[in-house]
């Protein structure tokens, strides 16, 4: 059901061993391009053609009205709304804390330089509607950018052939609690391409955030710089480092967890105990059979990107970790929180066995949109951060500007931009001295 990748005595870089799916977004590109570029010259009508095309729903406009949304809240379950409320509460909590606070710094006297923090204008969130719906995306990506003081945000979502052509009603219902009004049936490259050019019902945004699927991702990267991005996001993994402590039935039910998300799910356990391999082999068959996706999981699990991964010790099972660079980290070790500590690379953490995954993905309070398929190493997972330019606002005075304008000419004319060191010389009445 589940592979083996033996690493006891390697020498070898783990990247070069380590499972990983095949998400080859260069490949998608040559695809979203031209659906790209029908959207950014026929706007509406391109749209609603690629959704007739890809999705079997033709809509009448791409614009969610704003009665569906005020009755999918209506119609929410109760119990549901109550989970989606203190999702948000907490999620928030978290955000509120992460705001910045503008600093000025005095280099010299009548020299400050101050790092002004500046809100995005306009964004949009991307949640996706795939095999899975996720009214807990829409909270994930709404909240930090209403904490970060984003006054533009809009929210697109594939429409749901089982609903009507409409957006998922649970979606709707979260866009509800958080009070956006501005929603799209819209999915898939066309929705990145909606955002990013506009079209005549859906002003261009600034900023393109939240997962999907390869075709997401392709279209982020072929429009970037004309949106900015939070990340080209591949198919979720996890990560369970676990020595022989760890409860086997709990992290293969942590395994199946992710798994059910996407056939190109990653599931990965790296463990030092023979014994607990084992053991979660067993576990993985036993519950497997009794899950409701196993389809959907047997692939995943069965897949190139997912595997028991052996070491020697916690020591390379952490090296192990940090070369993988997860998603979604589990450590259910003895100390976890000190052997947590000595991660470097992952989008979220989870500590013990009381941490699963399942509970960042909804209630932690821990954003959700984290980086895949290796970026954790060099990037973070969605935060009030992402919606925030920081801008530095140099004010010097004449005096301030005098006393270091000689460092000034000579390192221009050490660049050989004569212009920049004449810029400063303009500014007074006498020639500032070669140093």
Not at 344 to 368: C, E, K, M
């Amino acid at each position: 059901m589940i592979s083996r990748i033996d690493l006891r005595g390697s020498t070898s870089d783990p990247r070069d061993l380590l499972p990983r799916a095949e998400f080859d977004v260069e490949d998608a590109l040559e695809k979203v391009r031209p659906i790209c570029e029908d959207v950014r010259h026929r706007g509406v009508a391109a749209l609603i053609e690629i959704t007739e095309r890809f999705d079997g729903v033709r809509l009448a406009s791409t614009r969610v009205p704003q009665q569906e949304i005020t009755d999918a809240l209506t119609t929410l379950d109760p119990k549901v709304r109550a989970a989606l409320e203190e999702t948000i509460r907490r999620v928030r909590i978290v955000h509120r804390a992460q705001r910045r606070t503008d600093h000025t710094t005095q280099v010299v006297p009548g020299g400050t330089v101050t790092e002004r923090w500046v809100p995005m204008d306009r964004v949009g969130l991307y949640v996706p509607g795939g095999l899975a719906v996720y009214p807990s995306s829409v909270v994930m990506n709404v909240v930090p950018a209403q904490e970060a003081g984003v006054a533009g945000i809009a929210v697109t979502s594939p429409p749901q052939k089982d609903f009507a052509g409409k957006v998922h009603p649970a979606v709707l219902a979260a866009c509800a609690l958080l009070g956006v009004t501005e929603v799209y049936a819209v999915g898939g490259a066309q929705a990145v391409a909606m955002f990013a050019y506009g079209t005549e019902e859906c002003a261009p945004v600034n900023l393109v955030t939240g997962p999907g699927n390869i075709y997401v991702a392709a279209a982020k990267r072929l429009l970037k710089g004309r949106i900015g991005i939070d990340a080209e996001a591949g198919p979720t993994e996890i990560l369970v480092l676990a020595d022989d402590t760890a409860d086997a039935g709990e992290v293969a039910a942590d395994l199946i967890s992710q798994a059910e998300h996407d056939p190109m799910a990653a599931s990965v356990l790296v463990t030092d105990s023979v014994a607990l391999a084992e053991a979660v082999e067993a576990a993985l068959v036993e519950q497997v059979a009794r899950t409701k996706h196993r389809e959907r999981v047997t692939t995943a699990l069965g897949g190139r990107q997912s595997a028991v991964v052996l070491v020697d010790d916690l020591t390379q099972g952490l090296a192990v970790a940090n070369a993988y660079a997860a998603e979604h980290l589990e450590i259910q070790t003895r100390d976890a929180a000190a052997v947590a500590a000595r991660v470097r690379n992952a989008g979220a953490v989870f500590v013990g066995r009381y941490a699963p995954v399942s509970l960042g993905d909804y209630a932690a309070g821990s954003n959700h949109v984290l980086p895949t398929a290796g970026c954790a190493c060099h990037s973070s997972g969605l935060s009030v951060q992402s919606f925030l330019r920081g801008i530095h606002v140099v004010d010097y005075s004449k005096q301030a500007l005098a006393e270091v304008a000689a460092h000034v000419v000579t390192l221009a004319d050490a660049e050989d931009l004569p212009g920049h060191g004449d810029a400063v010389r303009a500014r007074f009445d006498w020639t500032v001295p070669n140093t």
